[in-house]
C-alpha cells in the first residue's frame, strides 16, 4: 500500500504541488491536486470519464470551462478566513483552464463520471455552514459539494478545527459498501495550519488494525484514508484547516463510529 502520507513537491511548469491520483493512491475513486499559482500563472487540464472540482482555496481565479467562463472565482485571501470558498464544477472531457492575475491557491478535486451535469459556479453564498460538535470536539464545517447538489461521485466539505480540539471525533469509518448501514467512500484530508509551522496528528486504522499509521501532517501535508477510521488532533496554539474530498460506488455519506468511543457522542 502507498504511503497515506503525502507532501507537497516543488512546483512544477503548471504550480501543482501535490498530485494523487486513483493509480498513485492504489485506489479506485478520487483524485486530487494542488497548484499554488502566481500573479499571471496559467493552466490547463481535460479529465476523461471523470467530473472536477475546482475549489479556489485561496486568492482570485478566470476559469474557463468549455465554452462558460467563470471570472473572478474567489471569495477569500486566506483558508483561515470566516468564509466558503468559490468552486466550479466541471463535466468529464470538457476542456479547463485556470488564469490567476492575483495569485490563488487551487484544488483540483476529481471522480468518476457518466457525464450530464453541466459546468456551474458553486457561490460561496449557497455553500452550508454548520457548527458540528460540542466542547473541544467542536469544529465549523462547509458543505462545497455536498450530496443534495448535483454530481455524480464527489463529496467535498471543509472544516476548521481550533487549536485543542479533535475533529472527524469520535473516531468514525465509511468503507463499507452497505447502504443502509454505512457507504463506502475513499478520502483525502488537505491540511493547512496557522501559524503554519505547527502540525496535526492523524491517525488511520482499521479494526483488525491491518492498517494503523499515526502521522504528523504539516501544513501543505495531504493524508489519504483508504479504509478505516481517521480522527485528528490539533495541539493547543495551533488552529486546523483541511478540504476533505470523498468519493466511492454510491454517493452517499454513512458512516459509522469506532463501537469503543461511541459512548462519546452521548456524553
Known amino acids: 500500500m502507498p504511503d497515506l502520507l503525502v507532501k507537497p513537491s516543488p512546483p512544477d511548469d503548471d504550480k501543482c504541488i501535490v498530485h494523487i491520483t486513483p493509480e498513485s493512491a492504489g485506489w479506485n475513486y478520487v483524485g486530487f491536486a494542488v497548484h499554488q499559482m502566481l500573479a499571471g500563472d496559467a493552466f490547463e487540464r481535460r479529465f476523461t470519464g471523470r467530473e472536477t472540482c475546482i475549489v479556489v482555496v485561496s486568492g482570485f481565479a478566470t476559469i474557463i470551462a468549455g465554452d462558460a467562463v467563470f471570472d473572478g472565482v474567489g471569495n477569500r485571501t486566506d483558508v483561515f478566513a ?9 463535466p468529464p472531457g470538457m476542456d479547463m483552464r485556470v488564469v490567476t492575475d492575483t495569485g490563488a491557491e487551487v484544488a483540483l478535486c476529481t471522480a468518476p463520471s457518466g457525464g450530464g451535469y453541466p459546468a456551474r459556479l458553486i457561490d460561496p453564498e449557497t ?21 443534495t447538489e448535483d454530481a455524480d461521485s464527489l463529496l467535498i466539505a471543509e472544516v476548521i478545527t481550533p487549536g485543542g480540539h479533535w475533529s472527524s471525533y ?14 463506502s467512500l475513499e478520502e483525502t484530508y488537505y491540511h493547512r495550519l496557522n501559524p503554519r509551522q505547527g502540525f496535526v496528528l492523524q491517525r488511520v486504522y482499521t479494526d483488525d488494525r491491518g492498517i494503523d499509521e499515526t502521522m504528523a501532517a504539516y501544513d501543505g501535508d495531504v493524508v489519504m484514508v483508504p479504509r478505516g477510521y481517521h480522527p485528528v488532533g490539533a495541539p493547543h496554539g495551533y488552529d486546523s484547516y483541511y478540504l476533505n474530498v470523498m468519493a466511492g460506488p454510491r454517493r452517499t455519506w454513512i458512516i459509522n463510529n469506532d463501537p469503543d468511543h461511541e459512548w462519546i457522542v452521548g456524553a
Do not use: Q
Not at 82 to 90: D, F, H
Not at 128 to 145: A, D, M, Q, W
Not at 170 to 181: A, F, G, I, L, Q
Open 170 to 183: 469520535p473516531p468514525h469509518k465509511h468503507d463499507t459498501d452497505n447502504v443502509p448501514e454505512e457507504s
Open 82 to 90: 470566516e468564509c466558503p470558498p468559490a468552486a466550479v464544477y466541471v
Open 127 to 147: 455553500i452550508e455552514v454548520l457548527e458540528r460538535g460540542s466542547g473541544t470536539n467542536r469544529r465549523i464545517v462547509r458543505n462545497i459539494l455536498p450530496e
